[in-house]
């Protein structure tokens, strides 16, 4: 059975880093585009980067450009989202997700596979 793990949230300060994985399990990981979403309180989930199976293109949300990176290990079948300059506006739920779309894709609906989340807290 799929399923996707997601580690590393926490409560961090302003101007801070942090590093969420996703392990994945039950699946041909490296068949997959990996995603990460968000939603914060009282906000609708909204996309924040993806990669494609090769770890060649990578996508990102536009309040997320230039402070985030997101990488894969096909071997140890993880997805990483690293997180750098992070803000109070980026404290929210964050999830992994698969899909098996070879395209770029930010529509939920098009992802196979979720993770529970984990939340990353913004804050002073």
């Known amino acids: 059975q799929a399923q996707l793990v997601e580690i590393g949230g926490g409560l961090v300060l302003p101007g801070g880093s942090l590093r969420l994985s996703c392990v994945a399990f039950?699946?041909?990981?490296?068949?997959?585009?990996m995603a990460w979403f968000r939603r914060a309180p009282g906000k609708a989930r909204e996309f924040v980067a993806d990669i494609d199976w090769s770890a060649t293109y990578t996508y990102y949300g536009d309040s997320v450009k230039g402070r985030f990176t997101i990488s894969r290990d096909n071997v140890k079948k993880v997805v990483v989202l690293q997180m750098d300059s992070l803000a109070p506006e980026d404290t929210a739920v964050y999830y992994c997700?698969?899909?098996?779309?070879?395209?770029?894709?930010?529509?939920?609906?098009?992802?196979?596979?979720w993770g529970q989340g984990t939340q990353v807290t913004v804050s002073s």
């Open positions: 997700a698969a899909t098996s779309s070879y395209d770029h894709t930010e529509t939920m609906s098009s992802y196979d596979f």
């Open positions: 039950g699946f041909t990981f490296n068949s997959y585009r």
